[in-house]
């Protein structure tokens, strides 16, 4: 006798989810309360500030009055726009694997890891320009809440670049195996993987107005 | 896959090695057993520690054999471990870890914890994290020494102890994430066919809110943990203020920071933490007391939406610990008012337990000992902390030894009575053997005597004005001389207290191999599912030989019209006769 967990694949009747599908919900509640912590402490550090951000801008060296004069807008933007766009790859990746379309899950999962590659390096090249006027997170408290609120969301979207990674290549075995269930479970594992993703998605639509626009 | 074939290979009982078998299971039961000796192990550590500590308190400066005299260093880390080694690796690892592991899947009728492989990974996070937190004494300048607190803008500049406490706490937080999301799952979708909610027993409700406060409340505390490391690592300064001077001159930082963030962030934790040393305990007296009175608990409903109410203002009262840093009469009468609500549904429980007592024909078996005793040491621990949770009375209380004696008494006469009551409890399920009787009362009475030597004194010092974590024991103050002598009554019942817990090592020990072996599976003639498991001891992986159906409450004990002295939770009712078939239809 296998010992098999029940609702692994299938959703329970009156709960009406599978086990990994309840299991990401409350992580990304966990998650929430993280990210919810992080947010309440720049609201928190941000109150008690004499000047906000509390620093020159890098060019005219004058006090900057509005985050945007020290940070890079369009570069945010852009990676909102590549961050969005990666959410919709993902979400046909997950789509294909639905109509059992598998190099259409190749294709768009693929997308989906080069956008979030894209991401990080726009980042790099932000937080390069940073070091390369000097500056950093021990500068002010603005710079430091920028850098560990931007820095762990970018966390974040590693990790998630090593897991679609894992099920765009090694992990693709299970669907490969051609066994019903198997392939169900894979398509479940890309349902709750895209949850996380665009999870990570939201945390940066609120990052990017609060700390690069108001 | 590799799960299937895992489970597969323990199941059928194929050879699997030692370590499979012991160190990477995915049995929740020997996950759980892993959990309750490693928290045992150092539950154990952390009390040697404040036994040097009390050392110190009542012969200042008297050398310890092998140790030598305590340096104030010395005292300041063995302080900060002491608390944080209790609560993080000690008490909740054994009551939600251990118990919960064990208890749970098997209450509500599961063959194994939703995620088996993520529950092996909460063990290993719980294990290195608490491995990185004893390494913290072998590191230059010892550990941490900022307390269990960790306030800076002290532990921001404290030497390298602090930030691998702060490494040690994001593993031990990671390990209670995936363990409260696992608990969660696990409650929410393998509950058997028949057990619904209100069917569960007590201590599987407590677990439940347990993994909620869990998996809410640990988030920000990691958000600060990060903050505190971002200071110590990346020389931000989200926690010292401009201008801050310290021994060695004005600090060179940017400043601008706040400590009373880390203040509000860490509270927000570690008031929900309270309740989550609390509940599990509770829920293990419930099911003592359950089945040691014969009686269903007074008021189950009542007591579970007690239970929900407190795990939902758990959430509102944290800044009751921080009335004396100025934050405002404002907040402070809003936490005033939440804290007093709060201990409504406290003491609604309590007195649920209590009233179950009321005609019961109780036996005084040894866990029921345990669980009694919890009883009125939670209450005096609950009662003491009325006058913390009232701005007024709490500034002058705040940070004396009356508040070290409050909290004490809710969780070492309180949780810890409870978990031995527990280990007393489930070590037939366990092992299939029982601990001995003898060696178990004197624990017992020896236990709850020096515990109340230990801690009652502090809440008479406390009220003397006598302040907490002094190097002297208060020596160096005038006021203090009234009540010195109290040091050493309570070092004295410290050291009684750690003589006592002996024969519970040794019954412990002894019995895995060489106890009565139980007679029936189960022992304590009660109803719940883990009584119900598959007979074989230890209970195999997979725990049923057949998946098990509900019909009934909890705790049917009994029940009038009966001629069963009790009805286990999976017995099916007999066939209805005619008669009664049409009567119903009639009603």
Redesign the interface.
């Known amino acids: 006798m296998e010992l098999l967990i029940p609702y692994e694949v299938t959703p329970r009747r009156d709960t009406g989810v599978n086990n990994a599908k309840l299991g990401i919900w409350l992580f990304l509640a966990s998650e929430v309360m993280l990210f919810g912590g992080l947010f309440a402490a720049y609201i928190f550090l941000r109150m008690g500030a004499d000047a906000w951000p509390g620093m020159e801008t890098f060019d005219t060296h004058e006090m900057a009055t509005r985050a945007d004069q020290v940070l890079s807008v369009p570069l945010a933007t852009l990676n909102t726009v590549i961050l969005i766009a990666s959410s919709v790859t993902m979400v046909l990746s997950w789509a294909s694997l639905k109509m059992d379309n598998f190099k259409g899950f190749r294709l768009h999962m693929g997308l989906t890891i080069l956008l979030a590659l894209g991401f990080l390096v726009v980042k790099a090249f932000e937080y390069g320009s940073k070091f390369s006027h000097h500056v950093g997170p021990d500068t002010n408290i603005f710079l430091g809440i920028y850098f560990v609120l931007t820095g762990l969301h970018a966390l974040h979207v590693t990790g998630g670049i090593i897991v679609n990674a894992y099920f765009w290549g090694p992990g693709t075995r299970m669907w490969l195996s051609g066994n019903e269930r198997d392939k169900a479970h894979f398509t479940n594992r890309i349902e709750i993987a895209g949850l996380y993703w665009h999870f990570v998605d939201l945390v940066w639509i609120f990052l990017f107005p609060m700390i690069y626009l108001v | 896959?590799a799960t299937?074939d895992d489970?597969?290979g323990?199941?059928?009982g194929h050879h699997v090695g030692f370590w499979r078998k012991y160190w990477f299971s995915t049995d929740h039961k020997v996950i759980g057993i892993q959990y309750g000796i490693t928290a045992l192990f150092f539950l154990l550590f952390g009390f040697i520690l404040m036994l040097l500590m009390r050392w110190q308190l009542a012969s200042p400066g008297v050398e310890i054999p092998l140790l030598g005299a305590l340096t104030p260093e010395m005292y300041n880390q063995f302080g900060a471990m002491h608390g944080t080694i209790m609560v993080f690796m000690g008490i909740v690892p054994l009551a939600v870890g251990a118990f919960g592991n064990y208890v749970v899947p098997l209450q509500i009728g599961a063959?194994?914890m939703?995620?088996?492989r993520l529950n092996m990974a909460s063990y290993h996070f719980f294990f290195w994290g608490g491995i990185v937190m004893l390494a913290s004494f072998f590191v230059p300048q010892g550990a941490a020494k900022a307390g269990w607190t960790s306030y800076p803008p002290l532990a921001d500049i404290e030497t390298m102890g602090q930030t691998m406490w702060l490494w040690g706490m994001v593993l031990l937080i990671t390990s209670s994430?995936l363990g409260?999301?696992?608990f969660?799952?696990t409650i929410?979708?393998?509950r058997t066919e028949g057990m619904t909610f209100f069917r569960m027993p007590f201590f599987v409700w407590t677990q439940f809110v347990t993994a909620f406060l869990l998996?809410?409340?640990?988030?920000?505390?990691?958000?600060?943990g990060?903050?505190q490391l971002?200071d110590r690592l990346?020389?931000?300064?989200?926690f010292l203020p401009s201008g801050l001077v310290t021994a060695e001159g004005p600090l060179e930082?940017?400043g601008?920071?706040?400590p009373l963030?880390w203040q509000?962030?860490f509270w927000?934790l570690a008031h929900p933490e309270v309740y989550v040393l609390i509940l599990p305990a509770m829920g293990i007296v419930a099911e003592i007391v359950a089945n040691n009175t014969r009686k269903p608990l007074w008021g189950y409903r009542l007591m579970v939406y007690s239970l929900i109410f407190l795990g939902f203002m758990s959430f509102i009262v944290w800044a009751h610990h921080m009335f004396i840093t100025g934050m405002g009469t404002a907040i402070s009468a809003f936490f005033q008012v939440t804290t007093m609500i709060i201990s409504i549904p406290s003491v609604v429980i309590l007195s649920a337990l209590f009233i179950t007592l009321w005609g019961g024909s109780i036996r005084f078996s040894t866990p029921m000992l345990f669980a009694l005793g919890f009883l009125p040491m939670f209450g005096i621990g609950g009662l003491t902390g009325l006058p913390l949770g009232l701005a007024p009375t709490d500034i002058p209380l705040h940070d004396t030894y009356y508040v070290i004696g409050h909290f004490h008494y809710v969780v070492a006469p309180g949780t810890i009575l409870a978990l031995f009551a527990g280990i007393y409890y489930w070590f037939p399920k366990m092992t299939g053997r029982t601990l001995n009787d003898t060696l178990g009362k004197v624990h017992f009475w020896g236990t709850i005597i020096s515990m109340n030597g230990i801690f009652f004194p502090m809440l008479i010092q406390g009220l003397a004005g006598v302040s907490r974590r002094l190097f002297d024991g208060g020596l160096a103050y005038s006021f203090s001389e009234p009540v010195l002598e109290y040091n050493m009554v309570m070092s004295v019942s410290a050291a009684a207290l750690f003589l006592f817990q002996f024969p519970f090592i040794i019954n412990f020990f002894m019995s895995m191999k060489g106890g009565k072996k139980v007679e029936k599976a189960n022992h304590w003639d009660a109803t719940t599912l883990e009584w119900s498991a598959t007979p074989i001891m230890p209970v195999p992986?997979?725990n049923f030989e057949t998946v098990p159906r509900v019909y009934r409450d909890p705790y049917e004990y009994n029940v009038p019209g009966s001629d069963q002295p009790y009805l286990s939770q999976d017995l099916a009712p007999p066939p209805a006769t005619r008669a009664e078939a049409l009567e119903k239809v009639e009603a």
Request: charged content about 10%.
């Open positions: 896959m299937k489970h597969a323990s199941h059928e063959i194994d939703a995620f088996p994430l409260a999301i696992n969660l799952t929410i979708q393998l998996l809410l409340a640990f988030p920000p505390l990691e958000a600060a990060f903050l971002a990346l020389g931000t300064s989200f930082v940017s601008g920071g706040s963030l509000h962030l927000f992986h997979g």
